[in-house]
Nanobody, 128 residues
């Protein structure tokens, strides 16, 4: 059973920062460091949208235009953990944030269909 657990969400004022974590554990996840990982978010009444992805070695990333320059994805393979540093948060960033494991290697794969295992999500709320 693959398990991805997000943490770090919460309520923050506009302009503030949060850092999300995604911890991976599983007997069948084999080696975390072999997989491209991604972050998605979903606001009420909206489709799940891509936020950022990072390749297995952590030396290639891709961010959605809406978060570029404000959010940064990173990972620590020794800790089986991926992070999303979110700065200059805006009310429109309010959503449930999910981490997921990519079925493909390219960080430019932005469809949720390209990801197979998902965490349960963590709520991020940005007040104006």
């Amino acid at each position: 059973q693959v398990q991805l657990v997000e943490s770090g969400g919460g309520l923050v004022q506009a302009g503030g920062s949060l850092r999300l974590s995604c911890a991976a554990s599983s007997r069948t996840f084999t080696i975390f460091s072999l997989y491209t990982m991604g972050w998605f978010r979903q606001a009420p009444g909206k489709e799940r949208e891509f936020v950022a992805a990072i390749n297995s070695r952590g030396d290639d990333t891709h961010h959605a235009d809406s978060v570029k320059g404000r959010f940064t994805v990173s990972r620590d393979n020794a800790k089986n953990t991926m992070y999303l540093q979110m700065n200059s948060l805006k009310p429109e960033d309010t959503a449930v944030y999910y981490c997921a494991r990519s079925k493909k290697g390219a960080v430019t794969r932005v469809s949720p269909d390209d990801y197979d295992y998902w965490g349960q999500g963590t709520q991020v709320t940005v007040s104006s």
